[in-house]
């Protein structure tokens, strides 16, 4: 099922403008950016879609200003926001992160990937 919701939303982050509502509107619980600050963790499948999402949100201008305006505000992983006040940890384990760091680790994971399908082909 979330295989399919990220594929969903990788294909409305291409295709659709104004889709970088659905991640302002997700500011305040951070359900998708959560559910990435475990990428190293999801299955192959499920790395894939939500790397698609990630790419394609920010092949758009104004998917990439969603992403990266809201990582001026750091949150922690139960969704608060820290206004920078605690360390940055983008490992899963505890502290606060934002989107930008959330991203950089998802593409550092599919660049060091030994699965060949996670890596770009340019």
């Given amino acids: 099922m979330k295989v399919k919701l990220f594929r969903l939303f990788a294909h409305c982050a291409l295709h659709r403008s104004g889709f970088s509502a659905i ?10 950016m959560c559910h990435l600050r475990g ?6 499948e499920e790395q894939k879609a939500a790397a698609l ?6 092949s758009r201008a104004e998917g990439r200003t969603a992403l ?3 990582s001026r505000s750091q949150w922690t992983a139960n969704g608060t926001e820290n206004g920078g ?3 940055s940890s983008s490992n899963g384990v505890g502290g606060s992160t934002d989107n930008a760091h959330i991203s950089a680790d998802a593409a550092r994971h599919c660049l060091t990937s030994y699965n060949p399908c996670m890596k770009v082909k340019i």
């Fill in 85 to 87: 006040s605690a360390p």
């Fill in 53 to 58: 999402f990630l790419v394609h949100l920010s």
């Fill in 68 to 70: 990266f305006y809201l």
């Fill in 23 to 32: 991640l302002c509107s997700d500011r305040r619980e951070n359900i998708i």
């Fill in 39 to 44: 990428f190293d963790k999801l299955g192959v």
